[in-house]
């Protein structure tokens, strides 16, 4: 399977534990978004990394969430002591560089987190 | 800074019936403008794109779009629509011209078809 892979579709995590969401972006793809998504409120950004960089977190909450991309390896997006306003679908996208970059982006299937 | 407003968020038709699907943005800037397709328990993937040239553009399995500049706007629209339309459309936009511009995207408009 060549398309954005995300992984685990589903996390259940009590409140105060951790939630680690991983994605592997498009074979040849070197941009990565995530976004999540709740009822009635559509996509909302939360971070665009390239590998070992964050270009932009304009939309991360200030506390308890990161995210990384590391030279090997999937995309990881890390809650620490999760809430249940956590609860959420959390997707992935990726889309290529340079010339090729027209904006479109290639979309996982989503993590859905559930926080009790 | 770019917004989408997508006004309807649900929209009930009845199968082999027309539909519009709306979307208004605000830019400053010249934009590229896309509609994603949500089924249940999937990721979003791209129904159709403007990028520039033909005002008009449409999709594989019939839906068509037109950017209209003036009123900033780019509505989906199909003619007749199936069952298997039912799903949950977004619009979305990116400031063109080069670099890293972000994506955009409204609230999303579920289209149920009504047998």
């Known amino acids: 399977n060549a398309g954005v892979m995300q992984n685990p579709r589903h996390l259940v995590r009590r409140r105060g534990q951790e939630a680690r969401l991983r994605c592997s972006p498009m074979?040849?793809?070197?941009?990565v978004y995530w976004y999540r998504q709740l009822p009635e409120e559509g996509l909302k950004f939360m971070v665009y990394l390239q590998k070992e960089n964050i270009i932009d977190e304009s939309g991360m909450p200030k506390e308890r969430f990161s995210a990384e991309f590391p030279k090997e390896g999937p995309s990881i997006l890390r809650i620490q002591q999760v809430v249940r306003g956590d609860s959420a679908a959390y997707f992935c996208a990726s889309s290529p560089r340079g010339q090729t970059n027209t904006g479109e982006l290639f979309f996982g299937e989503g993590s859905r987190l559930t926080v009790l | 800074a770019q917004s989408v407003t997508q006004l309807d968020s649900q929209v009930p038709v009845f199968e082999e019936a027309p539909v519009e699907l709306r979307c208004n943005y605000s830019s400053s800037v010249s934009v590229y403008l896309f509609w994603y397709v949500q089924y249940p328990n999937q990721g979003l993937q791209l129904l159709l794109k403007?990028?520039?040239?033909?005002?008009l553009v449409e999709s594989i399995n019939g839906f068509e779009a037109e950017f209209n500049k003036s009123q900033t706007s780019f509505h989906l629209r199909k003619p007749s629509v199936h069952i298997s339309d039912t799903a949950e459309y977004f619009c979305a936009v990116r400031e063109g011209s080069g670099g890293y511009q972000k994506v955009t995207f409204g609230t999303g408009t579920k289209l149920q078809v009504i047998p």
């Open positions: 074979k040849g793809h070197s941009h």
């Open positions: 403007y990028l520039s040239g033909s005002t």
